[in-house]
């Protein structure tokens, strides 16, 4: 068994933990205008970051922004997933498969499409003005409702692809002997559905707010310059500050965040699960 799994451990050493690694070496360096990079260890690259209102502004930011997709998400996917887990028709297989297309395009591609969408020449403000409801455009895009949908749209089949799964392992009689017990179809969902769902639910949320917290593409075109996540604050400190100790360390602050919040959610819902 242990050499099947020596490989994919070999593979994760290498292209993930060792890397990391690296990063986390370079964060303890210190700065200069001049050498750029003068090695050290010392923290003060995170003491700085979380000392800084703009930064600690950022990171509140990505935050709500994660927390919100996520919730979003779930509310959009809970009920899309679990009709497509009990179909039993042809279209099944067809469905599942339209499910998977938006996965195909990248996400620059689909935050471009949004563009167009959401711009102030683009097709919702110039139907809004055909129809006489507005005369002026409407400010939809660089906005943070913009980053809100262009980013539910990315996660959305995760999410719904996680729960169609392990809805459909759910059996059919269950819910068919709730029924036939008296209970409505809102308690079939909360006493049957949801609790027996809720592996899937962690799953899915968990993977989903991982994906929030490191948006990148869809915060920087749909959000504008003005409006900042901590990905693209990450990426800027790399490309334009050219201050890599600093951005290794808003990065790792940024992975922080995410895994430790990403565990006490599981262990919240685990313990709901176990109850």
């Known amino acids: 068994m242990a050499a099947f799994v020596l490989p994919a451990v070999l593979v994760v050493g290498v292209l993930l933990i060792g890397p990391m690694i690296l990063l986390a070496r370079i964060s303890l360096n210190q700065y200069s205008p001049t ?7 010392t923290a003060q690259n995170y003491l700085n970051a979380m000392g800084d209102p703009y930064y600690r502004g950022v990171m509140a930011t990505t935050l709500v922004i994660a927390f919100l ?5 779930l509310a959009l996917a809970f009920p899309a997933a679990y009709r497509l887990a009990r179909m039993e028709s042809r279209w099944k297989s067809l469905a599942t498969v339209l499910t998977l297309i938006p996965l195909l395009v990248g996400n620059v591609v689909r935050a471009a499409g949004w ?3 959401l711009g102030n020449d683009g097709l919702i403000n110039a139907g809004l003005q055909t129809l006489r409801i507005t005369s002026e455009p409407v400010k939809l895009i660089y906005t943070p409702g913009a980053v809100v949908v262009g980013t539910v749209a990315v996660v959305l089949p995760y999410m719904i692809l996680t729960l169609s799964s392990v809805i459909e392992s759910i059996p059919r009689s269950v819910e068919e002997a709730a029924s036939n017990l008296g209970a409505s179809a809102m308690t079939v969902f909360r006493r049957v559905v949801w609790p027996l769902a809720l592996p899937g639910t962690v799953a899915g949320c968990v993977l989903v707010f991982i994906l929030c917290m490191n948006t990148y593409a869809t915060a920087v075109l749909l959000g504008g310059s003005q409006f900042k996540m901590m990905a693209p604050a990450v990426y800027d400190q790399f490309s334009k500050g050219m201050n890599w100790p600093f951005g290794a360390a808003l990065a790792f602050i940024l992975l922080v965040a995410t895994l430790t919040l990403t565990a006490i959610g599981t262990a919240l819902l685990g313990r709901r699960y176990a109850r």
């Not at 750029?36 to 260890?41: D, F, G, V």
């Not at 997709?69 to 998400?73: D, E, I, K, M, S």
């Open 115 to 117: 563009m167009g969408l």
């Open 35 to 41: 050498q750029l990079m003068i090695e050290a260890t």
């Open 69 to 73: 997709c996520t919730a979003l998400t």
